[in-house]
């Protein structure tokens, strides 16, 4: 399907409403840190309405990074639970955070690439850049709202995993990992989907690996108006 351009209008259409006038002050800049601990396993939800969101490997300990940020009242929210070894961490933006062209709204996270991991991510206005190939993930859920979403996972997972993309306005782009069994599932709602290295089997993509090796993962792209690209 050849790319259109409703989506890039309905994208900005939509962006507006969450880029209304702001007061904003002088920049903060403060620290986010989760200790590991004993932690073998951890939820970790991430929930921005709006702005910048970078994640990736790393960590020493369970989550460390910073946010960045000119509006006093949208200090991000940071809740922690623990049962023995897992842990429950949920880092949300205030309700009702609107960007103005002066404002900055910056997540710059890191994870550990050790714990066993189930990563939730919203997004609504705004990019998310999601390098997390070098984590040992579980499961992968990404919402996505009125923007662009970089998802890449190439890396060398030792076990299975699943990833699940949904919702937006805008693109989504997923690098997938080398010498693993893929299989993917797309479907672009009004936009286009773009799918390579990977070859089609019915209403759905894989490769050659897929279900023949140790690892395998599965892909699933529900998008709205927009583009998705897989690159496998």
């Avoid at 002088?26 to 932690?39: A, F, Q, S």
């Avoid at 949920?90 to 009702?96: A, D, M, R, T, V």
């Avoid at 609107?98 to 910056?106: C, K």
């Avoid at 690439?113 to 705004?126: F, Q, R, T």
Wanted: charged share 25%; with cysteine.
């Amino acid at each position: 399907m050849k790319p259109i351009c409703i989506p890039i209008a309905l994208m900005f259409l939509l962006t507006s409403c969450q880029f209304a006038p702001v007061a904003t002050g002088p920049m903060k800049d403060t620290n986010v840190h989760v200790d590991l601990g004993n932690t073998e396993r951890a939820n970790v939800d991430l929930d921005m309405a709006a702005g910048e969101m970078n994640v990736r490997g790393g960590a020493n300990e369970l989550i460390e990074g910073r946010f960045e940020f000119n509006v006093p009242a949208w200090e991000p929210k940071v809740e922690t639970s623990r049962n023995g070894s897992h842990a429950a961490i949920k880092i949300e933006q205030p309700h009702g955070t609107r960007l103005g062209r002066e404002a900055r709204y910056v997540w710059d996270l890191q994870l550990n690439d050790k714990v066993l991991l189930d990563l939730g991510v919203n997004c609504g206005a705004g990019q998310a850049r999601l390098n997390l190939g070098d984590l040992a993930l579980r499961s992968v859920q990404v919402h996505m709202g009125a923007g662009q979403v970089d998802l890449d996972l190439r890396g060398k997972p030792d076990r299975d995993y699943d990833v699940d993309i949904s919702g937006g306005v805008g693109q989504a782009n997923v690098h997938l990992p080398e010498g693993v069994g893929i299989w993917a599932e797309a479907h672009g709602g009004i936009g286009s989907v773009t799918v390579t290295g990977l070859d089609k089997k019915g209403d759905h993509w894989e490769n050659s690996l897929y279900d023949k090796g140790k690892v395998n993962v599965r892909l699933k792209v529900q998008g709205g108006v927009g583009e998705i690209r897989i690159i496998g």
